[in-house]
């Protein structure tokens, strides 16, 4: 077998960029992206002061979570052990962004689909080295071959121990560095300082540490600024999704309390329902990069994914409302009681998903580190209070009484509250830097 991977010499490194340079020529990199980049470190205090240098990159981990979340399989490994995409499969959903403890992807502003380094393939086809190693003045970057014995490099990892970037993370990263202190490659252990120097501005949503972790003053001089994957309409998501299965377990659990009014607890919960689902998947299919290619999600879909198998989570719901807003209208109170189980676990699967889903973000460890219950919980929770607020507002209108009048308020309120504070959970999770 072949298990390519790079040792990263931060010891031989002097922090030229020709890496950089050189990865952003051969695969015409936009700018404000990288495939690889060098961050500069300093530690110690004036005038005992030393500057490192560490490369960032994909790892082409061997338990790789960008290839586990992706929807579609457009991120794969190669025969060579090298973590590679096809960007004609990528849908923009940034669902490997958030899986990488390593910040290691990007959305291309060309394309709209995710990027990262790729181990130059093209250039291995041919037998030419990376073009990054190529280039590298000083040699500090070398291809290893983790599974051949006779590979020099391979035995210096394996006799030196070297260390990899977030072995936490559980990712098994093939790449290793040497020569550098544990500062260089902990993004918390390096705050950026706001001091006004040249090298330090930090324009991105990152939320630094007050102070170093280590002893030793350290300090990020130079990288580079990544934004948030998952936004507005992420949070927006959240918020319907949770109406929609919300009201459906209130009004299943009304049903099987006995309450016969079909337009309470039938017709009136599934229009409801479908409405607030049908804007889920348009917020969804908004916040994709490439939108035309949501029908890949079926198409093409890979059920590993919860992205895909929320997807499919949502089509069941969908569709089980619609038998349960049909059986209210004409059917026989047996199709109704029969509907009553699954309508509601499908409404359950439908708030919870996404806890797996969050579970999956193995680089996010607000969402990968707490129990998946306590994500389950929290969902479940939103979506009882959101979808109790709104079927509550449409009883309270139904009784046509002038008190009720300003139960739409409240209903519009909470949900405004919800948004805001599922936008702050996104922003919370995805504010710890990766790089």
Not at 257 to 262: T, V
Not at 271 to 296: C, M, N, Q, S
Not at 364 to 386: C, K, S
Request: with cysteine.
């Amino acid at each position: 077998m072949t298990r390519l991977g790079f040792l990263l010499d931060s010891g031989a490194c002097i922090g030229c960029h020709a890496c950089t340079v050189a990865c952003k020529s051969e695969h015409d990199v936009p700018l404000g992206v990288n495939r690889t980049w060098v961050n500069y470190v300093e530690t110690g205090e004036f005038p005992d002061t030393q500057r490192h240098f560490a490369v960032m990159r994909c790892n082409h981990c061997d338990d790789a979570p960008c290839i586990s979340i992706c929807p579609t399989g457009a991120l794969f490994r190669a025969s060579n052990g090298v973590v590679d995409f096809d960007e004609s499969r990528c849908i923009g959903c940034k669902g490997c962004m958030n899986a990488c403890p390593y910040d290691a992807l990007y959305i291309s502003p060309n394309t709209g689909t995710a990027h990262k380094c790729n181990f130059c393939q093209h250039r291995l086809e041919v037998g030419l080295e990376p073009s990054c190693v190529s280039v590298c003045p000083t040699r500090a970057i070398t291809v290893v071959d983790h599974d051949d014995p006779a590979d020099p490099t391979a035995e210096r990892i394996r006799r030196e121990e070297l260390p990899v970037r977030a072995p936490e993370r559980r990712t098994l990263p093939k790449v290793h560095y040497a020569g550098t202190v544990p500062e260089a490659l902990d993004p918390l252990a390096r705050p950026v300082a706001d001091d006004g120097l040249i090298w330090s501005d930090w324009t991105g949503s990152a939320t630094w540490p007050s102070s170093p972790a280590s002893s030793t003053a350290t300090r990020t001089a130079y990288t580079v600024p990544h934004a948030e994957p998952w936004g507005a309409k992420v949070a927006g998501y959240l918020v319907t999704k949770g109406v929609a299965a919300g009201v459906m377990l209130w009004a299943a659990a009304a049903a099987l309390l006995g309450w016969d009014d079909r337009a309470a607890v039938a017709t009136g919960p599934a229009a409801i329902a479908l409405v607030a689902l049908a804007v889920t998947g348009v917020l969804l299919i908004a916040d994709l990069k490439r939108p035309e290619r949501f029908w890949y999600l079926f198409a093409k879909g890979r059920l590993r994914s919860w992205i895909t198998a929320g997807a499919w989570v949502i089509m069941a719901d969908a569709a089980l409302v619609t038998l349960w807003g049909v059986a209210g209208l004409w059917g026989g109170s047996t199709w109704f009681v029969v509907l009553i189980g699954p309508t509601a676990v499908c409404s359950l699967l439908t708030a919870a998903y996404t806890a797996l889903l969050l579970h999956q973000c193995r680089g996010r460890p607000m969402w990968a580190d707490r129990p998946v219950l306590v994500l389950i919980a929290r969902l479940t929770g939103e979506a009882v209070l959101g979808g109790g607020a709104v079927w509550g507002s449409y009883l309270a209108l139904r009784a046509n009484a002038i008190a009720f009048a300003w139960t739409p308020v409240i209903a519009a309120a909470l949900l405004a509250w919800l948004w805001r504070h599922d936008r702050e959970y996104l922003r919370a999770a995805q504010a710890a830097p990766l790089s």
